[in-house]
């Protein structure tokens, strides 16, 4: 037994040096990146945009959801009001250099306003030009949600600025939708 | 004089250069092997990337870490490039192209090749850490296990040429290769070459995915480099000594010798590359299990036969 065991592990290495010699003879598999485009899947989590829902107005209500659940702690965002007592993001930044893309931000958001694409290429001589700001981050699209509104599933509707007296329809508690 | 020194510095120049030459070729054929492409932007096919490596390796910042034994420190790598670089000496292309025709010139191999790991153990002793420790450790329990063997399975070789001359031994081959009647002992060989110039599978000390890169772990800039083109000058060794002992040398029909002599070593360090490619590494205990229970006794027998054989005639 001990024999036939050790003559078969040398039969079988040597298969796998001949099978190894035999992909010698086959075509290459490797992309060759920047002269063929890739195919990356929509799912694929690149570069952080920000949308707008459809009626182009900034999704964004500056909760501070996505910068607290990010692993790296590389969002910052301030909160500040507009006349008709809607938040939004006085300032925000995203420091791509130290970003790991997993897409917590993306799963906390509530609004989907922050959203990863597959954009991938983000390179940059320079590592002070990753701190990504609202300008450079905002997309006039809606993203991958086209339809979504939160201010229509969420029932909250701002007429004007009463002195903490927003008027607010009641959120339907029974509904699974957010 | 001078034209001799001369000479040797030349010599010596193309070897390191085809050393560090190899690199690049071992990453080609790598990626051949595995269905990619091995590096193929800097200059023509990527040609030039040796040269993109040298400028990295020169002006990297060549840091000796303060808890380290400066001394033995920076000695490890110097002894790692110079140990078998100095057995190219004595290995004779052709019948009358060599630079010495040593009389021990196979013992000359055994013992620089048991100096080499001298690197390793300071290497991994100075840099005062536990992974290059460990590493140190593995290859010394490694060549422990190996060196016994790789003197042996030349045995054969040498007692049918009744010398320890190369040429000697090339010269006994004429009508048949020692891989035939030497079978086992080439097996053997080329087990304990590999172990030697720490290839893989045999590169316990250095074993990246358990390691973090073993006894060199600490190193960086041009001594790194002197520990990395010094494996490779040591992998154009074994199969220069592989070619001599083995494959008949100079020997072959129509081209001169020493173009056989180059393209049976390259076939060596083709095959050498291939086994990178092919095999897994082993686990620690099983390749020393593999070296004492397996090997030793196929070249214990190799030799007794051989020795018998030669008595009958
Ligand atoms: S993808 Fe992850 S790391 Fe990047 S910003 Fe979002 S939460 Fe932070
Ligand atoms: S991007 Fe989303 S999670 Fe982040 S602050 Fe704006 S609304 Fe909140």
Redesign the pocket.
């Known amino acids: 037994m001990y024999i036939k065991s050790i003559i078969f592990g040398i039969i079988t290495q040597l298969r796998s040096i001949f099978i190894t010699l035999k992909h010698a003879f086959q075509d290459r598999e490797t992309i060759l990146y920047p002269e063929n485009s890739i195919y990356l899947a929509p799912r694929y ?1 690149g570069r ?1 945009v920000l949308t707008k829902d459809p009626d182009g107005n900034n999704r964004c209500v500056a909760c501070n959801l ?1 910068s607290v ?7 910052s965002l301030q909160k500040t009001q507009d006349q008709s007592g809607r938040w939004f993001p006085k300032f925000f930044k ?1 420091n ?1 250099s ?9 799963e ?1 958001c509530p609004t989907t306003a ?1 959203q ?1 694409t597959p954009d991938f290429e983000l390179s940059d001589f320079n590592r002070q030009d990753l701190v990504y700001n609202k300008k450079n981050l905002s997309i006039s699209g809606t993203g991958k949600y086209h339809n979504y509104n939160f201010y229509q599933q969420s029932g909250v509707f701002i007429t004007k600025r009463k002195k903490n007296n927003i008027h607010a329809t009641p959120i339907n508690i029974k509904d699974l939708l957010p | 004089m001078i034209y001799c020194f001369l000479h040797i510095f030349c010599t010596v120049l193309i070897i390191v250069f085809f050393g560090a030459m190899l690199s690049f070729i071992e990453r080609r054929l790598l990626g051949l092997f595995q269905n990619r492409y091995g590096p193929n932007r800097v200059g023509w096919f990527g040609s030039l990337q040796l040269i993109a490596d040298m400028i990295k390796m020169l002006f990297k910042e060549d840091w000796i870490p303060t808890f380290s034994r400066s001394l033995l420190f920076v000695v490890a790598p110097i002894i790692a490039f110079i140990s078998l670089l100095l057995v190219m000496v004595d290995i004779p292309w052709d019948n009358n192209t060599y630079i010495i025709d040593l009389n021990i010139g196979i013992l000359f191999f055994l013992i620089m090749s048991a100096l080499s790991v001298y690197s390793i153990l300071f290497a991994g002793w100075s840099s005062n850490n536990k992974y290059a420790l460990l590493g140190a450790i593995r290859a010394i329990a490694q060549t422990l296990s190996y060196e016994v063997f790789l003197g042996l399975s030349i045995m054969g070789v040498i007692i049918k040429a009744h010398s320890f001359n190369l040429i000697d031994i090339v010269n006994s081959q004429q009508y048949i290769w020692n891989i035939i009647p030497q079978f086992f002992g080439f097996m053997t060989f080329l087990v304990a070459g590999l172990a030697l110039c720490h290839r893989h599978p045999f590169d316990q000390p250095e074993s990246e995915q358990e390691l973090a890169d073993g006894y060199h772990i600490e190193y960086s800039g041009m001594k790194f480099g002197m520990f990395f083109i010094g494996q490779y000058l040591s992998m154009m060794v074994t199969s220069a000594i592989i070619t001599i002992m083995f494959l008949g040398g100079w020997f072959g029909p129509w081209l001169p010798g020493y173009i056989w002599f180059l393209l049976k070593n390259i076939v060596c360090i083709v095959f050498f590359i291939l086994l990178r490619a092919a095999l897994p590494r082993p686990r620690y205990d099983q390749i020393l299990y593999f070296g004492w229970i397996i090997c030793l006794p196929i070249t214990l027998l190799n030799l007794i036969f051989t020795a018998f054989f030669v008595l009958l005639h």
């Open positions: 989590r952080i996505c659940v990010c692993p790296v702690s590389c969002i995203i791509f130290r970003c790991i893309f997993c897409g917590l931000c993306e906390a922050i990863l």
